[in-house]
Structures are given as C-alpha cells and as structure tokens.
C-alpha cells in the first residue's frame, strides 16, 4: 500500500513475519547470530553479505522498532540506542572531533546539559548555549568551527519553542548539522525532518513506549549521517536490547491516539490551573498567553502533554502541593500513561547551578506534570488544595 496514514504506519510497517507467521513481532533474544558455513560469516563481517552477526550490531527486533520510527519521522534511517543520553553523546561523539564547537539550546534536560558543560568539553569541544527562541543570537554565535546546533523544541519543562523551519535555513547556509530533540512532541505531532532539520533525537523511553516500562534512545535522519553515528554505536556498545525494541514497538501501535489524549487532558488541566489562586504562573503552549503558542501552532500538530506551574510559596509551596497528592506518581519520568509530578530545580535540573536554572527559568515553585490518562476530574481533583 502507497500512501499510508501515521497510524497503519504506526501499527504496520517494520514487521516481518517468520516461517511461524506470527502475527505479533517476534522477540529475537540471542547475542549472536550463527552461520551456514566459514565462508558465510566472512561475508558477513565483510559487509559483502547482509545478514545478522551479532545484536549489537543488528537484531531482527531492533531493526523492526528502526524501520518503524524511521517512517514515522520521514527518516532514510534509524539508529536505536540503550537510552535517550546515549542517543544523544552517540550523536555528538560521532560527528565531533577536537578542536569543533556546538550552538546549544540553554533550554533542555538538565542531564543534557550536566553533559555538554562536564563531558563533552573533556575533548576539547566548545559548547555556546543560547536562547532557544531567539534565531538571530544562533546565527549569531556561529564560529568558523561550529558543527552542530543540538537543542529540544518544545523545552522540558518550560514548553519553549523555537522556528524550526527559519533555523534550519541559517543551519544549512552554514553547513551545520541541525539536531533536534523530538522528545515531547513524538512524530504523531511534530516531524522535524520534514520542517528542514537534519537529525531528530529521542528518549524513546518516555512517550514512544508510552507506560514507563523501559529505557530506550533513538536517532533518526539521512543515511550518511546515520552510517557515521552507527559506526560509533557498533563499536562503544549502547546498543538497544531486543526485548526493549519489542516493548517500543507495541507502545507506537498507540502513540497516535494517546499523543491526542495527553494533549486533550493536558489542555483542560492547564486551563483549570490559570483560575486557581495558588498559581502564581502557568506554562503550557495550548494557552494563547504562552509567547510560543503561535510558532507551536504553525509546526505542531498539537500541544503536547507537559504542563508546568509556578506556585506561591517558592519551593517550600511546591513541595507542600506536590506531598499533598494522593494519585499522581511523584517522579521525574514523563510520557507516561499515568500522571507523573516533579520539582524540577530539586530533580530533573538539580545538577545545574544556580545561575544555569535562572537562565534556563526554573524557579524554586515551578511544578511539571506530565498529564497521562486518567479521567480529567480525578487529575485536577488530585491538585485541589
């Protein structure tokens, strides 16, 4: 079939059946894999002869879960690693080399950035951090030696956007790799490939397996720079594990539909939160207040499920809200199908100093949830205070 939706796609591409015909993809849990003969696994190890050596390589599982995400994204290829840090140094380590400098959004997961400022820079990489939303201040920090602009759109937690389509034409002028964190958004409503970027990276663990079951990574883009990033992976070992691909594989046959109802309960909960009195603040790209909403509209296909709320009090008010609730799981996981809560200068951005979360805008009260899809009623109950 030509010309099939996000959803069949979702549900369908990838699989191969076996000689047993299953109908749900088969786990292929082997290290290795072996050969009819000598002169076949030479081949093999050859590139002369495609075929599987070993799984952290190729496994037919993985390559499922590849193949699938690929055509989902509009990508040539997929890589999938053993998590979204991985899939992130993976893609820096591979197509950087002493001496090279990278524009990087201040906007991201705190660990990203724990990453460039403490190990990346090891390697003698020099790493500029800028505002997400602003173009000019990316064109502006282009140097002679600037070889990737690495950022996520929309932020975590702040839901920041930045003009895909006008950065890729400057990263394009430029010669300069535009890699981008699609971990929020997911393919079902965003596709940056498609918007001029060049690379898009995800932590598969979050909204693609969808129910918190496992780790997980993957880079998706053209071949050539997959061919590099693979080489890196083959060889420095964050391969992704065959059960790992099963699970992801399952958790996209519903990413579109869940995508819609993360979207829908985040919506009604982000406007519940602007009419309560305890909140000070409330972030959320749905909203027409969110200085991103316009942006987000012309190359999203919704909003997204992450909400984030200052509250009164500083910290001291965010802890006595967050410890107030009965249902909502209290962690920093997000994606997932049940409600999660975090604070996130005391977690996921806890390793950053002070002055990095000011710019980065995390205050002492700020509060993310990760809507998931309990009844609306049941959310919003479990923050009345």
């Known amino acids: 079939m030509k010309d099939r939706k996000f959803e069949t796609i979702a549900i369908r591409e990838g ?37 599987n050596i070993y799984t952290r390589f190729t496994n037919p599982t993985v390559d499922a879960f590849q193949t699938r995400l690929a055509a989902l994204e509009g990508a040539e290829s997929c890589l999938a690693t053993s998590s979204g840090m991985s899939a992130i140094f993976a893609t820096l380590m591979a197509l950087l080399k002493s001496g090279d400098h990278i524009v990087a959004s201040r906007s991201m997961f705190g660990t990203t950035i724990v990453l460039l400022n403490d190990i990346i820079s090891k390697f003698n990489i020099e790493v500029t951090f800028v505002d997400l939303t602003d173009v000019s201040i990316w064109e502006k920090s282009i140097q002679e030696n600037t070889k990737i602009f690495l950022l996520e759109t929309p932020s975590n937690p702040l839901g920041e956007v930045v003009d895909i389509r006008a950065l890729a034409a400057i990263s394009k002028k430029n010669n300069i790799v535009l890699a981008v964190d699609n971990v929020i958004m997911t393919p079902a409503l965003q596709q940056p490939l498609a918007l001029g970027a060049d690379l898009v990276i995800h932590s598969a663990t979050k909204y693609i397996d969808g129910q918190g079951r496992c780790l997980a990574g993957a880079i998706a883009g053209n071949n050539e720079l997959l061919e ?9 070992g964050p391969a992704l594990s065959a059960f790992n691909a099963w699970i992801l594989i399952k958790g996209l046959e519903t990413l579109s539909l869940r995508m819609k109802a993360h979207c829908d309960n985040a919506n009604k909960l982000a406007n519940w939160l602007v009419k309560q009195e305890f909140v000070e603040k409330v972030h959320y790209l749905g909203l027409e207040s969110h200085p991103s909403h316009q942006v987000a509209k012309s190359q999203q296909s919704g909003f997204g499920g992450i909400v984030s709320f200052e509250v009164k009090g500083g910290q001291e008010g965010a802890f006595r809200l967050i410890n107030n609730t009965q249902m909502l799981s209290i962690t920093a996981n997000l994606g997932d199908t049940k409600s999660t809560i975090t604070h996130p200068a005391t977690t996921t951005h806890g390793r950053l100093s002070d002055d990095e979360r000011a710019q980065s805008g995390i205050t002492d009260g700020l509060i993310r949830i990760s809507a998931g899809l309990e009844d609306i009623g049941d959310i919003i109950s479990d923050l009345k205070i």
């Open 15 to 51: 699989h191969r059946k076996t000689a047993e015909q299953e109908h749900s993809p088969a786990i292929f849990l082997t290290s290795s894999f072996a050969f009819d003969s000598a002169e076949q696994a030479a081949k093999r190890f050859a590139k002369e002869e495609p075929g």
């Open 228 to 236: 590099e990033i693979g080489g890196f992976i083959k060889t420095t």
